[in-house]
């Protein structure tokens, strides 16, 4: 199954099958009060004097390019969210998994939330996801991490594929025998990982893209090749970008046509089925 949806998740979702997804990941807007928004530069070079100059004395043209924009303000962001939630938690599989990415600003209202809906039973970690990226305030220390929250519809049948997680480097490898130090460590519930690097080949250019690494990781460990992933705020495609890679499916969800565009472009090669929107030719 491998599908991108145009249309707000709450007409999409109980349209979809039962107990289809091993996993469902989520990144829905943070509540920050302002719309998303992210322009890039398109540089080209320059048929006459051009706009700046570059390597070996060639000029060059740079343009503004509009690269999408979603609204990300709500009065009310749990009466917004946990209805889609409690909605989607029929697709997953009795032994799936439930990942939910937010901020600061919106986690803590959410986890009771979730709490209440799922059972604390069915809250596995509090996954922290640490980056050091952007502006320094000097009146407070700076925000550089997202929270996802794991939760399993069965607090004792789940996917953990331990052998499949990544091992990173000890950070005192001289404490350590070298074999271990060779081999490295599995990570904790902190996961290092720097955001999508601007000008990097992952770059979408659509705000709020999150990184593949964090998405490989996350996938690997929590389903196995064959299975759906289930993605119904899915933005720029990253979650089916990672599934794909790692040979599961994937359904994809947006409301935002720019979005489902960008994924569709990014996926053409494994085919997708578009559903409500052409695909880019
Ligand atoms: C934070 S972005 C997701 C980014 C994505 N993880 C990525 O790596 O590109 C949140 C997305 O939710 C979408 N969205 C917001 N409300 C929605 C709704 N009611 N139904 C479907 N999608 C929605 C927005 O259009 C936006 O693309």
Redesign the pocket.
Known sequence: MKTIIL????VVLPTLPDAFARVIYI???FNTGRRQKRDRMRVTAAEGAGDRGGFGGRRYDASKVASGS?GDEFDDFEAFLLPRVESALRCLTPDGSLFVHLDYREVHHIKVALDRLLGRGCFQNEIIWAYDYGGRPRDRWPAKHDTILWYTMNPDGYVFNYDEIDRIPYMAPALVSPEKAERGKTPTDVWWHTIVATGGHEKTG?P???PLGIMNRLIKVHSTPGDVILD????????GDAAARHGRGFVL????IE?VTIAAARLAAHGPVCVGFSPPT
């Open positions: 249309g707000d998740n709450a990144d829905p807007p979603f659509y709020t893209q999150k119904f705020f899915a933005g720029s495609g990253t979650t969800v947006d409301d935002n979005a």
